[in-house]
């Protein structure tokens, strides 16, 4: 069933081209000839490719069903990373080419939203911010809440960000997971 593109909104799952994509961003445009179409950005949800394009209401475009559900992370083995599915307790698996330079993200026992297209997992979107705990970091000194700077810091799920210089060794610390830059003290 086709919809019309004065539909289209973000954050939208469409199926365009026989497709799956996420209308990541949408400008409905109306010239003073002619028919009204839309700019969109767009990423496919299978293979996270982010185009843009122009459509029209005679492109043949549909709204696809998302379904979210928890799920929880469990653990890496070989290749693959394992999520427990907390509605029904099964065992799903994503490859280290799907998670790509996600797994940074990844913490022993993360909540996280699985996204299922057709009863299978697509997708998964991280909470908007972790606590993660500093494993590695020159060490402060006296004077260093005052100036304003930044030093790295290697975080217990391998990331590396820039904190400011009075974070220490063992500090928790709050990560923004779209940004990956700190946000404060946890």
């Known amino acids: 069933m086709s919809m019309a593109i004065g539909e289209i909104k973000p954050n939208m ?13 949408y400008e409905h445009v109306k010239m003073g000839r002619g028919a009204a179409f839309c700019r969109v950005k767009i990423k496919n949800l299978m293979n ?10 005679s492109d043949n475009i549909e709204k696809a069903f998302i379904e979210k559900k928890k799920l929880q992370y469990s653990y890496f083995q070989g290749d693959f990373y394992h999520f427990l599915d907390l509605e029904s307790f099964d065992d799903l698996i994503f490859s280290k080419l799907q998670i790509g330079d996600r797994d940074v993200l990844l913490k022993d026992d993360l909540a996280i939203t699985g996204l299922f297209y057709e009863n299978s997992l697509i997708d998964f979107e991280f909470p908007n911010s972790l606590n993660l705990k ?30 400011p210089l009075f974070i220490n060794i063992d500090d928790i610390v709050k990560v923004n997971t779209q940004t990956r830059e700190y946000l404060g003290k946890a």
């Open 134 to 163: 500093v494993l590695d970091t020159p060490p402060g000194h006296r004077g260093d809440t005052v100036k304003m700077g930044t030093k790295s810091a290697k975080l217990e799920t391998g990331m590396v960000i820039n904190v």
């Open 13 to 25: 799952a469409i199926i365009y081209n026989k497709e799956l994509y996420l209308v990541v961003k």
């Open 48 to 57: 996270s490719q982010v185009i843009e394009c122009s459509l029209r209401d």
